[in-house]
């Protein structure tokens, strides 16, 4: 029987940790750039844009991550195309990343007083100007603190991804508690895994409110 050492368990760890950061990190960018199309669809004057967009965020905010990557990763199968579970777990977090993203932006732009948006007209301020140089300046500071909050949540949800096979920080874990016997250790590394990548964003979180001024 093979002996494993607790370097042996944090190197494998080590590795795991890696691909979480990596998808948690693309997850976010891709599902924050989807996430601001979304946005715009959804505070659009035009009904199609609003329909389709409410229809997408309650889509992905009303089922289960976890059915989400089934669907995904099964379902493309199915129609013949080889899905790799890396690809889709950065679908599926994506996806899901920008329906929550988008409306929490959306509430953010609706919380700028109506005013502004009336004295930006006053000014001949077209709708982009209007975003661009009032509105969304504004929201940014408001939107900080939920944003970097939703971070630390897509960081944890990396973790449904190791159900279709993808080998982040839990299926990594998982492999290893299989292999020692020893989960109690095992798993107690893979939470402070996880710990030492979500502490630094929610103090990271207060810091921008503190630079932004957000509670002023």
Known sequence: MTEFTLLDMLRGLWSGLQWTVLLSLLAFVLG???????????????????????????????????????????????LGLDVSPWVAAALGLTLFTSAFLAEIWRGCVESIPRGQWEASGSLAFS?????????????????????????VQVVKGTAVASII??????????????????????????????????WPLSLFARRLEGAFHVTR
């Open 32 to 78: 924050g750039i989807v996430g601001l199309l979304v946005l715009f669809a959804r505070i659009s004057s035009h009904w199609l844009l609003r329909s389709l967009s409410k229809g997408y965020i309650e889509l992905f905010q009303g089922t289960p991550l976890l059915m989400q990557l089934f669907m995904l990763f099964f379902g493309i199968s199915l």
């Open 127 to 151: 709708y982009g100007e209007q975003m661009r140089h009032v509105i969304l300046p504004q929201a940014l500071r408001i939107a900080i603190p939920p944003t970097v909050g939703f971070s």
């Open 165 to 198: 096979g993808f080998a982040e920080l839990t299926k990594t874990g998982t492999m290893i508690a299989n292999a020692t016997f020893d989960p109690f250790v095992v798993y107690g590394l893979v939470a402070l895994g996880y710990f030492a990548l979500c």
